[in-house]
C-alpha cells in the first residue's frame, strides 16, 4: 500500500518561511519524479515544484527563487523549503508521485493527505 505522509505547514507572517516534507512507503520513491501541487479555496490545484529522480527540478513561475524543492531518497523523503511567503500562497500544499511528463509535468497516482500553509499577519 503507498502512501504518501505530509508534515510541517502551518501560520507563518508575510516574508516568513516554512517547510513542508513528504514521507513516502509502499514505493521506490528513489524511481519516481515527485511534486508538490496546492489548492487555495476556490481555485483549482496548481503544480508547484516538482523534482526528478536524478533531481532535476522544475518550478512554476509564481514561487521561482523563493521555494525550492529536494529529496533524500535514502529517508524516501521530498521537501518543499518555502522563503518569503505570502498571503497569496495560502493554500493546502500536497504531495505527489509518481508524476509523468507528457507536454509537461501531470500528476501521479498517490497524493498526500495536504498540509495547511496560511501567510497572514
Known amino acids: 500500500q503507498v502512501q504518501l505522509v505530509e508534515s510541517g505547514g502551518g501560520l507563518v507572517q508575510p516574508g516568513g518561511s516554512l517547510r513542508v516534507s513528504c514521507a513516502a512507503s509502499?514505493?521506490?520513491?528513489?524511481?519516481?519524479?515527485v511534486g508538490w501541487y496546492r489548492q487555495a479555496p476556490g481555485k483549482q490545484r496548481e503544480m508547484v515544484a516538482a523534482?526528478?529522480?536524478?533531481?532535476?527540478?522544475n518550478y512554476a513561475d509564481f514561487v521561482k527563487g523563493r521555494f525550492t524543492i529536494s529529496r533524500d531518497n535514502a529517508k524516501n523523503t521530498a521537501y518543499l523549503q518555502m522563503n518569503s511567503l505570502q498571503p497569496e500562497d495560502t493554500a493546502v500544499y500536497y504531495c505527489n508521485a509518481p508524476m509523468a511528463y507528457i507536454n509537461g509535468y501531470r500528476p501521479g497516482r498517490y497524493w498526500g493527505q495536504g498540509s495547511q500553509v496560511t501567510v497572514s499577519s
Open positions: 509502499g514505493i521506490i520513491f528513489s524511481m519516481y519524479t
Open positions: 523534482i526528478t529522480s536524478t533531481g532535476n527540478t
